[in-house]
């Protein structure tokens, strides 16, 4: 909660590009005789956004700091003062009384100066044998780590709301749909509980990203290690890491693992956007299959009929977003030389804005579909138009000898007679039946009724009540892994 305020404080006053008059002195003014332009040092610093990580960057720190003293490179009584300086820092900053200064450079620079101003010498010995190229590296994993595993619980509850729904519409009989023509009768739960699969494999591919950035380039330094007797396996295993990264030049240089990530988003996003279509369509008048609680929908100024799905849309369009962060960092990527360069600096935008459009859709997503009720009286009469049980005529001649295809071509004769007539199959007189084939009898009619032809899917993942139930067993035991 805390830490919600402070970001929001970050970015306004970055937004609001308040500026003193006299900037602040940079840590490397030592070999130049000019002061950085003021549109320049604007245009370089990244506080305005990397604030966000000051945690992060102050616990990479602190692991730091415990490694260098470890391997006697500082005095236990200097680290004790950093560790020290560096817990007041967080708190203050948590607690409001510490704000960012947006003069500075980046979260590093503030941290470090803010170290130094409150605890004196010992806060500039903190920066040996490290570089901002591996602790802006670290501070992003760590970052990242932390917002995945959160994402990937927001995506749980979007499971649980679907898990719910399908469960009380286990026996909806709706249409299932292909070219958006009506094509077989299911269970509207079967329906829904096909996005809890893709939702299952998004939480799969956020958490084999995780897997592979989940060491530490902490150590890498600028680009080529150091000649400090440093102990990188300490501060990795500190820091919850599996490891230390193997090579220091791919420690600082690569972002794999926040296009890893953008690429699971952008994937999830594509998903909960196809539902969001969905729930679009579902409660336009035309379907009126469901329809959306009041408090996730809006009306309009001028038309006082209207109850609008603004938050599926904007979901459905919010996705282009993710997709644009993604685009964005491949391309800021795929030309850089090795080691760091400050292009690198733009992968924190698009990472976190894909992160914060992410969690905002799963955030609304999940109670919009947990409060949506399905209008089960319509999807029942949906299913009865459209010819949707022709397939099951066909088979119910299949059944009693017919080839498949002989009986196919058989039903699609009576389909054009049934529209010829404005019949439907379930009306269409038997007497007419039997001049098509004398395999038809009386019992056709109980075959396809919408009730049997949903109900007798029951192949494994086929689209009956039953099959639903079991899928629901099978995506709450996933749940729990
Ligand atoms: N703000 C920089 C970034 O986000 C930190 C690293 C700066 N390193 C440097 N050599 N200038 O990438």
Known sequence: MVKEKTRRFCLSRGAAGKRCLKSMEKMWAGRFQKTLDQTADDFNSSIRFDCRMYAQDIKGSMAHAAMLSKQGILSQAETDKIIDGLESILKDIESGALAFDMQAEDIHMFIEAELTKRIGDAGKRLHTARSRNDQVAVDIRLYLRDEAEEIISLVKEAIEAIVGQAERNAETIAPGYTHLQRAQPISFGHHLLAYAMMLLRDIGRIQDAKKRMNFSPLGSCALAGTTYPTDRAFTAQKLGFNGAMQNSIDGVSDRDFCVELLSAFSLLMTHL????????????????????????????????????PDMAELIRGKTGRV?????????????LPLAYNKDMQEDKEAIFDAIDTVKMCLKVLAPM?????????????????????????????TKKGMPFRSAYKIVGQIVAECIEKDLVLDNFPLAEYQKHSDLFENDLYGEISLETCVNKRNSFGGASAKSVLAQIEWVKEELKK
């Open 323 to 335: 997709y644009g962060d993604l685009i964005a960092l491949l391309t800021t990527l795929k030309g």
């Open 369 to 397: 579909l947990e409060t949506m009720t399905v209008l089960k009286a319509n999807t029942y009469r949906a299913a009865q138009k459209g010819f949707i049980n022709a397939t099951d005529l066909a088979d119910y001649l």
């Open 273 to 308: 956007s196809r539902l969001s279509e969905e729930i679009v369509l579902w409660s336009s008048w035309e379907f009126k299959f469901i329809e959306l609680d009041d408090s996730y929908t809006t009306g309009s100024s001028i038309m006082p009929q209207k109850k609008n």
